[in-house]
């Protein structure tokens, strides 16, 4: 069936960048997207990723898309304390599919 | 401002008691729809619906409930039957968009639900 795995957490000191990776399986999925929640709020889309593309930047963020691995990573340059928060990789098909979230810790 | 809005922020139930999460949009989006999160668990889907009086079941709809009387207004019923309501509970809502097309989702700011 459809899925979406990421890793839960990922550490990273304030300056540097922040490489969140996620997998999926279904082949067919048209769109994916990344959604950040901060502490006790809802889901805030951030970017999202057409499936013929490979690469999408927007300011500080980078989508690769390699589809043929069924790969997703969103790049995070000079990474800021305010970008702490749970990262949702997320692709649609006939339903918007989540993965589990990426929590994203930043050392001083 | 166009926006979703939750309410209440916090919710206690007792035991054996229904409660109603509410969720109202003034985006003018056909399509809501209701989350739960629980930690290291994601998103599960409950329920959604694609036009006024009409909803679908989710992945884990078993002890809620939902109407859809006005576009704007989706609220959820977490019945007795749910036997472990305690959870983050996320409303959206999205334009209504064909198959396979972009379709960007909009949340609410949550409501979390707690047994007494």
């Known amino acids: 069936g459809e899925d979406v795995e990421q890793s839960l957490f990922l550490s990273v000191r304030e300056g540097d960048s922040s490489v969140i990776n996620c997998t999926y399986t279904d082949s067919s999925s048209t769109y994916l997207y990344w959604y950040k929640q901060e502490p006790g709020a809802g889901l805030q889309l951030l970017t999202y990723i057409f499936s013929n593309m490979d690469m999408k930047q927007d300011q500080r963020l980078t989508v690769l898309l390699n589809k043929k691995d069924k790969h997703l990573s969103l790049r995070i340059a000079d990474t800021q304390t305010g970008d702490s928060a749970i990262y949702f990789c997320?692709?649609?098909?006939?339903?918007?599919?989540f993965g589990k979230g990426t929590r994203l810790h930043i050392l001083p | 401002d166009g926006g979703i809005t939750q309410s209440p922020k916090y919710l206690f139930r007792k035991e054996g008691q229904n409660v109603t999460l509410s969720c109202e949009q003034n985006?003018?989006?056909?399509?809501m729809y209701w989350y739960r999160q629980d930690p290291g668990q994601g998103l599960r889907l409950i329920y959604y619906s694609q036009i006024v009086n009409d909803f679908q079941k989710g992945d884990i709809a078993e002890g809620y409930s939902v109407s859809r009387e006005k576009k704007e207004s989706f609220p959820l019923t977490v019945t007795s039957a749910q036997k472990n309501p305690t959870a983050f509970y996320l409303c959206?809502?999205?334009?209504?968009?064909?198959?396979?097309?972009?379709?960007?989702?909009?949340f609410g700011s949550g409501t979390q639900l707690s047994v007494l």
């Open positions: 959206a809502s999205s334009m209504r968009s064909r198959l396979s097309t972009n379709e960007k989702l909009f």
């Open positions: 985006l003018n989006h056909d399509a």
């Open positions: 997320a692709e649609r098909d006939d339903k918007i599919i």
